[in-house]
């Protein structure tokens, strides 16, 4: 076997997700050649763009009829996101007089952030499939998570951000939102009957280039930062902090999504559906609105943490449903 052939074999089974190693390398490029003068001024004019078309695709691949159909299983569903903007909120506050002086106030913001976002939906799903869970429901919680979360993490954020964070939510950030966010997902969902079939046979480029326009806003938010001196604001102690925090956040959630159900007495398929879907935090989703919510340098910052615990989650829960198929086959 030739030697390119036994890396492209080790790399299909590396719990590495190539995006984000696409997101580390934009973050590398943006902090030797970040974006400046016009340039900077132009690709700021296409991430606008380039978000609204982002959640105009989530509102075309995201089937309400699904969601509503779901509900029959009303308390697995209500499980899952009720840990997701529920407890993950909560956890985020209760953290903040032990994490905050370790890691300083912007990224603590970002620690807090990303336990507002919603849930993954390919990797939840993915995940509850290999560990032979209920995968229609995770479907239909991952779904659900996403659709709400484009009404749900906004407000979250003004309402638990804007006081504890000293982060400000003005009229002008509410029309970004609304724009930028909520009416192209509405476009899309209303799109969906005509244009969701076409998107559905090409998912391979629209999923390329829905991640492309990810990397793309993680490029110009680093650029942003690089030229306000972001690395000078955030130390290497401080990025291995947040690393360990991540985990900690990531394994805690992990043994209480299988406490919890297994005490309401769910079964082994619901209890592997909630902890996948009830511990993960959309890196896809995130990003997008990290963008539209924070303004400026800060916005590197904020979602450094984000782009670390995504890694952490899939690696952990890589492992916790290869263990779970064994198992199963055992």
């Known amino acids: ?132 869970g209920n995968v229609p429901g995770a479907i239909v919680s991952a779904s659900a998570s996403n659709i709400l979360g484009v009404f749900l993490t906004p407000l979250l954020v003004v309402a638990l951000m804007s006081t504890s964070s000293g982060i400000h939510i003005d009229a002008g950030s509410v029309l970004k939102i609304v724009a930028q966010i909520l009416v192209p997902f509405l476009l899309g969902q209303l799109a969906r009957p005509w244009v969701g079939p076409f998107f559905n046979r090409h998912s391979a480029p629209t999923k390329l280039a829905d991640r492309g326009a990810i990397v793309l806003v993680v490029y110009v938010a680093f650029s942003e930062g690089v030229r306000q001196g972001i690395w000078s604001a955030v130390g ?59 303004a400026g340098s800060v916005v590197g910052i904020i979602v450094l943490p984000l782009m670390i615990f995504h890694q952490i989650q899939l690696i952990l829960c890589s492992w916790l449903a290869t263990r779970y198929s064994r198992e199963v086959v055992d």
């Open 1 to 132: 076997m030739s030697i390119p052939a036994t890396l492209r074999r080790w790399w299909a089974h590396s719990p590495v997700d190539g995006f984000v190693v696409a997101i580390v390398a934009a973050v590398v490029v943006a902090a030797f050649l970040p974006a400046r003068g016009a340039a900077a001024d132009i690709l700021d004019w296409v991430v606008v763009a380039a978000i609204a078309a982002l959640f105009f695709l989530y509102g075309t691949r995201l089937h309400p009829r699904e969601a509503l159909e779901g509900l029959k299983h009303w308390r697995l569903h209500l499980t899952i996101l009720s840990f997701t903007f529920v407890a993950f909120p909560l956890i985020g506050l209760a953290m903040r007089p032990v994490v905050e002086p370790i890691v300083g106030d912007d990224l603590y913001t970002g620690l807090l952030f990303l336990c507002l976002v919603p849930s993954t939906v390919q990797s939840s799903i993915a995940f509850t499939s290999i560990a032979r």
């Open 236 to 294: 290497v102690g401080q990025v291995i902090a947040v690393a360990v925090i991540s985990l900690i956040l990531v394994v805690v959630m992990l043994v209480v999504t299988r406490w919890v159900p297994q005490r309401l007495g769910f079964s082994r398929a619901d209890v592997i559906a909630i902890q996948f879907c009830g511990t993960k935090k959309s890196l896809a989703t995130g990003l997008p609105m990290a963008t539209v919510l924070f």
